[in-house]
C-alpha cells in the first residue's frame, strides 16, 4: 500500500471503476481498485485500519450466511478463520468500504440447480441490504466461476457489476459483468505485486 501511495497508480473506489468502464472512454490514468472476497474477519483487523492510514477506498464481498461465523464451507483449509460480523460490515459499510455480495455459502455456480443459483445469489443480495440499509451493485463469482447462464442470474437480481477472477487488466468497453481482477496472494512479495499491476 505504500509503493501504491507513492506511485502514479490512483487508487480509486470501484464504482468509479465501474463508472468509466462503461463510459468507455480509454483510462486517462493508472488506476488500481482494491476488493477482498469472503469478508474475513482480518479485513476489520488488519487490513482496514492499513487502506484507511492511506485513504484508500476498498470493496468487500462478505460471504452471507457465515457473517460472524467460522469459514467452514467448501474445501477451505484454515477453518479457524472468521467472517465478519454484522456490527462490523455494517461499520465497515460507513467507511469507504463498499460492500458486495458473494452467495450465501461461496458455491461455485456452475456447478449448483438453476433454481439453487439463484437462491444464493438473491439471497445474499438481500441480506446484505437489509443489513446496511443501502442497494448492493455488486457482484463476485466464488471462484471466478460463472457462465453466461450465471451472468444472466446476477443481472435478473439487479445487480449492476460483477467480478471474475480473469487475471488481466479492466479497460474500458468491458462486460459489466465480467470485469477481470487480478488475484494477489499471500506469496506475492512487492516485486510480484508490482509485475501484477502492468
Ligand atoms: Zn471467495
Same mark, same amino acid.
Given at each position: 500500500m505504500e509503493f501504491l501511495s507513492n506511485s502514479s497508480y490512483q487508487v480509486i473506489s470501484l464504482s468509479k471503476a465501474t463508472e468509466l468502464i462503461s463510459s468507455q472512454?480509454?483510462?486517462d490514468a493508472d488506476y488500481v481498485v482494491l476488493t477482498f472476497d469472503d469478508g474475513c474477519e482480518r479485513f476489520y483487523d488488519i487490513t482496514f485500519p492499513i487502506l484507511e492510514s492511506f485513504g484508500f477506498p476498498s470493496a468487500i464481498y462478505p460471504v452471507a450466511n457465515y457473517l460472524g461465523k467460522r469459514?467452514?464451507? !467448501?474445501?477451505?483449509?484454515?477453518?479457524e478463520l472468521r467472517i465478519l460480523s454484522r456490527s462490523q460490515i455494517t461499520e465497515l459499510a460507513g467507511l469507504q468500504v463498499e460492500i458486495g455480495a458473494h452467495t450465501m455459502d461461496h458455491v461455485?455456480?456452475?456447478?449448483?440447480s438453476e433454481d439453487d443459483a439463484i437462491v444464493q445469489v438473491l439471497e445474499s443480495k438481500k441480506i446484505l441490504e437489509q443489513l446496511? !440499509?443501502?442497494?448492493?451493485?455488486s457482484f463476485a463469482y466464488p471462484h471466478g466461476a460463472y457462465t453466461r447462464e450465471t451472468i444472466g442470474i446476477v443481472k435478473e437480481a439487479g445487480f449492476s457489476n460483477a467480478l471474475t477472477c480473469v487475471a488481466r487488466a479492466a479497460g474500458a468497453a468491458e462486460s459489466m459483468f465480467e470485469i477481470p481482477r487480478k488475484y494477489i496472494t499471500y506469496y506475492d512479495d512487492l516485486n510480484a505485486f508490482k509485475q501484477k499491476l502492468l
Open positions: 472512454s480509454p483510462p469459514a467452514t464451507w !467448501g474445501n477451505v483449509r484454515n477453518r461455485k455456480l456452475t456447478t449448483v446496511i !440499509g443501502r442497494e448492493i451493485r
